[in-house]
């Protein structure tokens, strides 16, 4: 059964970066699918953040893209999440999920993490 | 502002049959398959449709989905208790270049 779990600060000061793990089990990431990121602010709707590969290659949500990065560490079976320059509208639980098709028409998240809240406040 | 439109809430009572629509344009439903997402409160999201009608392993039969042209639609028969929850739709928008989701629906079950 692939399950996984986010882990990371739950306070971020405004213009700070935020950073997040995904740690992964039962499923080695180097064996492929994209690995994903979502978002949620309190009582909100969902946000797709962005996704990266095994291989590392990478793509983002454009309106996010120059605050983004996500990186993989494939011998410790993780991904990471790391959100620059934050504000309270970046106040969200994030998600870490297995992503099924990558770009286009396939393109979903089969199994998700818990999901960890991140409150950007001083 | 969801790129993808769904009502903010839907009812129904015990055994009756709900639907709940979800439209896009031409760039996101009508050109890729539309997902559907289940988050009971509390929880995080679960896929419940993908490839606009099909059900994961585990997902009871009486969950469906369609899509037609720009438009797709959820449907629950025998509505049950536990099916009290947010339900969202997805897709791959190509001229947005991202995935986008709608701004989900709160179905209740009276």
């Known amino acids: 059964q692939v399950q996984l779990q986010e882990s990371g600060p739950g306070l971020v000061k405004p213009s700070e970066t935020l950073s997040l793990t995904c740690a992964v089990s039962?499923?080695?990431?180097?064996?492929?699918?994209?690995w994903g990121w979502i978002r949620q602010p309190p009582g909100k709707g969902l946000e797709w953040i962005g996704s990266?590969?095994?291989?590392?290659?990478?793509y983002y949500n454009p309106s996010l893209k120059s605050r983004v990065t996500i990186s993989v560490d494939t011998s410790k079976n993780q991904f990471s999440l790391k959100l620059s320059s934050v504000t309270a509208a970046d106040t969200a639980v994030y998600y870490c999920?297995?992503?099924?098709?990558?770009?286009?028409?396939?393109?979903?998240?089969?199994?998700w993490g818990q999901g960890t809240l991140v409150t950007v406040s001083s | 502002q969801s790129v993808l439109t769904q009502p903010p809430s839907a009812s129904g009572t015990p055994g009756q049959r709900v639907t709940i629509s979800c439209s896009g344009s031409?760039?996101?439903?009508?050109?890729?398959?539309v997902n559907w997402y289940q988050q009971l409160p509390g929880t995080a999201p679960k896929l419940l449709i993908y490839s606009n009608n099909q059900r994961p392993s585990g997902v009871p039969d009486r969950f469906s989905g369609s899509k037609s042209g720009t438009s797709a639609s959820l449907a629950i028969s025998g509505l049950q208790s536990e099916d009290e929850a947010d339900y969202y739709c997805a897709a791959w928008d190509d001229s947005l270049i991202k995935g986008v989701f709608g701004g989900g629906t709160k179905l209740t079950v009276l």
């Open positions: 039962g499923y080695s990431i180097s064996s492929g699918y994209y």
């Open positions: 999920a297995r992503e099924v098709g990558g770009i286009g028409s396939s393109w979903r998240y089969d199994y």
């Open positions: 990266i590969y095994h291989s590392g290659s990478t």
């Open positions: 031409s760039s996101n439903i009508g050109s890729n398959t």
